[in-house]
């Protein structure tokens, strides 16, 4: 990558290296794993003229997107977090059953099903047939399709502008980011609202989460790089609020350049915490990879000594931020027995690059094993609380994410 993808500047600068992994969302069946399997480079670098971070498109949405193993209702925690979102949304947007509610990447259907419940005419725009297909049999109208300035205008043209765009975990996703933005704009009224949900680059280099960087997310935001990426297709950032998910995510409240007026204090404010953070510039990066190295080192620490105990140690969860750290810090069934999932999807599989077998839920209860390791650490509340019968036997979860803790 040679050129910034936003502001075409060549002055791109590495923040992390991470060697090369396989896409993260490529499980593997029985039958492939002797197979040979393909690795990309995955290496964060930022743009020192806009600000923002990304790493190379070496494969394609497409290549993820159209068989995808991510169904986002298998999180309990995130599907109430879409109907408290929906629940305000129709309250300070004063939606009704005359509006209309587009949602990009919509997935299964997880934020869609609450608008329908409220009687409001919804559309899902989303590129996974296989995912798609599930959200249509929970009633969510969906349309199969990535998300351009051409599909934009032809949803508009069918069915109307948007009152209200979603666009929840999708705009790190897509290497286009100015085509997508017009694409956001093409669906939206010109007086109408677009909210973006996205992880915040300030939380990720503060609490080292760094496995979230993988090849299905091409860029990472501040407030002050999506302003300048929303810009990009006619949109004015009017609104932001901090949000807790994914470890810390950013809510982005867009409209029409024309309809924005000025941004709220709010902006100012996270603005004004990214410069302190030195997210503006080169010396806020400085320290990021030392950090990651230590994460690695703690985790294997560990790993290793409880290997040398004779203590069993699996996984719990199969994210794609889980195949980051698990092919950064090289661990093998050696070390990680298996992992479970309550992806019924994955079951029978195995993890890219480390190839270890991805089991039922179930099983850790029928294993008892001395210690389980939450690769899904932004969950860890909705997950601890699954997982309390682990304690029973006296065992114990490991959370890797900020930095190793055994409870």
Not at 76 to 105: D, K, M, P
Not at 348 to 376: C, Q, S
């Amino acid at each position: 990558m040679t050129t910034c993808r936003l502001c075409g500047s060549a002055s791109l600068a590495s923040i992390v290296d991470l060697g090369a992994t396989p896409p993260c969302e490529r499980f593997l069946t029985a039958e492939q794993l002797d197979e040979p399997e393909a690795t990309y480079p995955l290496h964060l670098r930022v743009c020192t003229e806009c600000w923002l971070a990304q790493i190379p498109p070496l494969i394609t949405p497409e290549d993820t997107f159209t068989e995808y193993a991510y169904f986002s209702s298998y999180s309990n925690s995130w599907v109430e977090h879409a109907r408290t979102f929906v629940t305000g949304a129709v309250e300070r947007l004063g939606l009704s059953e005359e509006s209309f509610v587009v949602e990009v990447a919509s997935n299964d259907g997880y934020l869609l099903q609450h608008v329908v419940a409220q009687g409001i005419r919804c559309l899902g725009v989303e590129p996974s047939a296989n995912v798609g297909e599930a959200a249509r049999g929970k009633g969510v109208p969906t349309l199969t399709a990535f998300l351009g300035p051409e599909t934009g205008a032809a949803v508009r043209e069918e069915h109307g502008p948007a009152d209200l765009v979603v666009a929840n975990n999708v705009y790190a996703h897509i290497p286009d980011v100015i085509g997508f933005t017009q694409g956001l704009r093409a669906l939206v009224a010109d007086d109408g609202w677009v909210s973006i949900e996205v992880q915040h680059l300030l939380t990720l280099v503060e609490l080292n989460q760094y496995d979230t960087i993988y090849h299905e997310h091409f860029q990472y935001y501040t407030v002050a790089s999506a302003q300048r990426a929303l810009a990009s297709g006619g949109l004015s950032l009017v609104d932001v609020e901090l949000v807790p998910t994914h470890g810390g995510s950013i809510r982005l409240w867009a409209r029409p350049a024309e309809a924005a007026g000025e941004p709220s204090s709010r902006v100012s404010d996270v603005l004004a915490r990214e410069k302190a953070a030195g997210l503006h510039e080169l010396s806020g990066y400085a320290e990021f990879a030392a950090r990651v190295a230590k994460v690695r080192r703690d985790l294997l620490a560990f790993l290793i000594e409880a290997a040398e105990q004779g203590k069993t140690v699996v996984g719990y969860g199969a994210p794609g931020k889980g195949n980051t750290l698990l092919n950064h810090c090289g661990v093998r069934a050696d070390l990680l027995t298996y992992t479970v999932d309550r992806n019924p999807y994955k079951h029978g599989r195995f993890t890219p690059g480390t190839r270890i077998p991805i089991l039922a839920p179930e099983r850790i209860a029928e294993d008892r094993p001395d210690y389980v390791l939450v690769l899904p650490w932004n969950l860890r509340e909705e997950i601890s609380q699954q997982l309390s019968y682990v304690h029973d036997w006296g065992g114990r979860l490991v959370f890797p994410i900020p930095r190793l803790e055994i409870s």
